[in-house]
């Protein structure tokens, strides 16, 4: 059975820190790209930032870049993110998720390409 379980969401005063972590099983954790995705109210699930399964590549999304740190270790089955300088517009349920690598394929941000999902935690940030 493959679980992606979050941890490390909550609420954090503005330009204040967090650190998420999601913890994997079930799978071949180093075949997966992984992801984090987060979703508003009322809004769309969108990619925040993403690895590739050996950690060299990583990607973020405009709002996030030089704020949210990707990483993961293959040896915990673990993907982390770190979140420095919050604000409002940070506030969402956050994702985990994972993507199988087919040899030949490149890296996605698009939700449609990950396989599996945690459940999310929630990280408000307080004006």
């Known amino acids: 059975q493959v679980q992606l379980a979050e941890s490390g969401g909550g609420l954090v005063q503005a330009g204040g820190s967090l650190r998420l972590s999601c913890a994997a099983s079930g799978i071949t954790f180093r075949r997966y790209d992984m992801g984090w995705f987060r979703q508003a109210p009322g809004k769309e699930r969108d990619f925040v930032a993403g690895?590739?399964?050996?950690?060299?590549?990583?990607y973020y999304t405009d709002s996030v870049k030089g704020r949210f740190t990707i990483s993961r270790d293959n040896a915990k089955n673990t993907v982390s993110l770190q979140l420095n300088s919050l604000n409002s517009e940070d506030t969402a349920v956050y994702y985990c998720?994972?993507?199988?690598?087919?040899?030949?394929?490149?890296?996605?941000?698009?939700?449609?390409?990950?396989?599996?999902w945690g459940q999310g935690t929630q990280v408000t940030v307080s004006s």
């Open positions: 690895i590739t399964t050996s950690g060299i590549e990583t």
């Open positions: 998720a994972a993507s199988f690598n087919r040899v030949g394929r490149q890296f996605s941000g698009n939700a449609a390409a990950y396989n599996y």
